[in-house]
């Protein structure tokens, strides 16, 4: 009896590749380790604020405070673990500013800058497709208002 070779997805659910052709398999199990590259660098770069501090970072460097102005609602603390994040991911450099007044700014590395097109494509995504996902909330929550 031939066994198979089981392998899981993220939620741990299994996956049974037994009735795929040999070569079939090894592309499918290469498939799934791509796709695991690409979600352990996703959750790095796309976070609920690193979009948009990059954003803000791309045409110049700001300080702390200035990108906090910026970001209407972001708390001090997340700012600081989002850049610290963004910082150890080689997408922004922190330099502690001598001058008067003492502060820390925060530029964009050619990395970062690597990132710009396809977060411009993905804003302006969200402009033109921003109210047809509104809609589609309001009649999903509609139609299952109540629903449990």
């Not at 079939?24 to 790095?44: F, G, P, W």
């Not at 460097?61 to 910026?70: G, T």
């Not at 008067?100 to 990132?115: F, K, Q």
Request: proline residues 5%.
């Amino acid at each position: 009896m031939a066994t198979s070779r089981m392998s899981v997805d993220s939620s741990g659910t299994p996956l049974d590749f037994s009735s795929r052709p040999p070569e079939k398999q090894l592309d499918r199990e290469l498939e799934l380790s791509e796709v695991t590259r690409a979600r352990l660098t996703l959750e790095h770069i796309t976070n609920k604020w690193a979009v948009l501090i990059l954003t803000v970072l791309c045409p110049q460097p700001a300080r702390f405070n200035e990108i906090m102005r910026r970001l209407d609602g972001i708390t001090h603390k997340a700012l600081a673990d989002a850049l610290k994040r963004l910082e150890r991911n080689g997408l922004v450099t922190r330099r502690v500013l001598t001058a008067s007044p003492i502060g820390v700014e925060y530029a964009i590395t050619g990395l970062g800058h690597s990132l710009r097109e396809p977060f411009q494509a993905l804003y302006a995504w969200t402009l033109m497709y921003g109210p047809a996902l509104e809609d589609a909330r309001h009649e999903f929550d509609a139609a299952h208002d109540g629903a449990s």
